[in-house]
């Protein structure tokens, strides 16, 4: 008889800052990986420097943000660190 296991839920739950991974979320982070796996490099003879930089656009409610932030949980604290600024309709150049 199949008997389920008591889930206990982690020490510092913050259910607002939970993340779920959809199919759309997981294929736009393989993209995002994808990108920033290219050589940085990308031709010797001409001097030329690869591309790593990614723009998420779509509409408001879209996930982009989240998207973003579960990308970035990937990142090394050590090596790597990750700044959030948010911004709106509403932001000018000079807000910035």
């Not at 913050?14 to 995002?32: N, V, W």
């Not at 990986?33 to 790593?52: A, D, M, T, Y």
Request: proline residues 6%; glycine residues 6%.
């Amino acid at each position: 008889m199949w008997q389920a296991d008591t889930w206990t839920p982690p020490r510092r739950l913050l259910f607002s800052q939970l993340l779920i991974p959809t199919m759309d979320s997981t294929r736009t982070d393989f993209i995002m990986k994808s990108i920033g796996n290219l050589p940085v490099e990308k031709s010797k003879l001409r001097k030329e420097n690869g591309l790593r930089n990614t723009l998420l656009v779509g509409g408001s409610g879209t996930a982009k943000t989240s998207i973003v932030i579960m990308y970035s949980r990937q990142f090394n604290p050590i090596e790597m660190s990750f700044k959030r600024i948010n911004f709106s309709s509403a932001t000018e150049p000079i807000n910035f």
